[in-house]
């Protein structure tokens, strides 16, 4: 079992930075790819960003393309998704995922 831990939400104003972090720890010996997602409040939860880990091939929503940088740290079994230029319209809680497990989120809140 894969337990994973997202730090690094906040609140930002529009046009801010943030990074997110999200460690896994446990069984990691598999080499699943890792990405984000997240979910605003009434809204389904959607597609942000993938790294494959063996190759560190990354993968966008359009909504984020050019504005995020997802990159993995392979020895601290970490991924990162570095966020910039951030809108209102990012605001959501944003889970890590790692094969078929979730973390448990981290909350993102961008004011205009």
């Known amino acids: 079992q894969v337990q994973l831990v997202e730090s690094g939400g906040g609140l930002v104003q529009a046009g801010g930075s943030l990074r997110l972090s999200c460690a896994a720890s446990?069984?990691?010996?598999?080499?699943?790819?890792m990405g984000w997602y997240r979910q605003a409040p009434g809204k389904e939860r959607e597609f942000v960003a993938v790294?494959?880990?063996?190759?560190?091939?990354?993968y966008y929503a359009a909504s984020v393309k050019d504005r995020f940088t997802i990159s993995r740290d392979s020895a601290k079994n970490t991924v990162y998704l570095q966020m910039n230029s951030l809108k209102p319209e990012d605001t959501a809680i944003y889970y890590c995922?790692?094969?078929?497990?979730w973390g448990q989120g981290t909350q993102v809140t961008v004011s205009s």
């Open positions: 446990g069984r990691t010996f598999s080499n699943y790819d």
């Open positions: 995922k790692r094969g078929p497990g």
């Open positions: 790294v494959n880990w063996s190759s560190g091939n990354t």
